[in-house]
């Protein structure tokens, strides 16, 4: 399955992004979707991730409250809104597929290049 990941650009703080991972090649509606988020000089670490059919999702503590992760299996899409944005948040977004709900970016073995957020103070 091949994943591209959409959305990302400059936003002031307080701002909103929606950021779009489109799935090609398989459907995605038999993975777990993932985002994850790779600041400058920091380690790829977890954001969001939904269930195949969307009924469960977790997020990390970080964003909790203010992201809501979503998929439209019939569009082949996986959505993030992005509310109340931080310069914290800046950084390089990235969708992954993969077989269960996980914070770990190891299980996930599908990944889209990512795209940037850029949250100006």
């Known amino acids: 399955v091949q994943l591209q990941a959409f959305g990302g650009g400059l936003v002031q703080a307080g701002g909103s992004l929606r950021l779009s991972c489109a799935a090609s090649?398989?459907?995605?509606?038999?993975?777990?979707m993932g985002w994850f988020r790779q600041a400058p000089g920091k380690e790829r670490e977890f954001v969001s991730a939904?269930?195949?059919?969307?009924?469960?999702?977790n997020y990390a503590d970080s964003v909790k409250g203010r992201f809501t992760i979503s998929r439209d299996n019939a569009k082949n899409t996986v959505y993030v809104q992005m509310n109340s944005l931080k310069p914290e948040d800046t950084a390089v977004y990235y969708c992954?597929?993969?077989?269960?709900?996980?914070?770990?970016?190891?299980?996930?073995?599908?990944w889209g290049q990512g795209t940037q957020v850029t949250v100006s103070s």
């Open positions: 992954a597929a993969g077989p269960v709900v996980t914070t770990t970016p190891s299980l996930f073995g599908y």
């Open positions: 090649g398989r459907t995605v509606s038999a993975y777990a």
């Open positions: 939904i269930s195949a059919r969307g009924g469960n999702t």
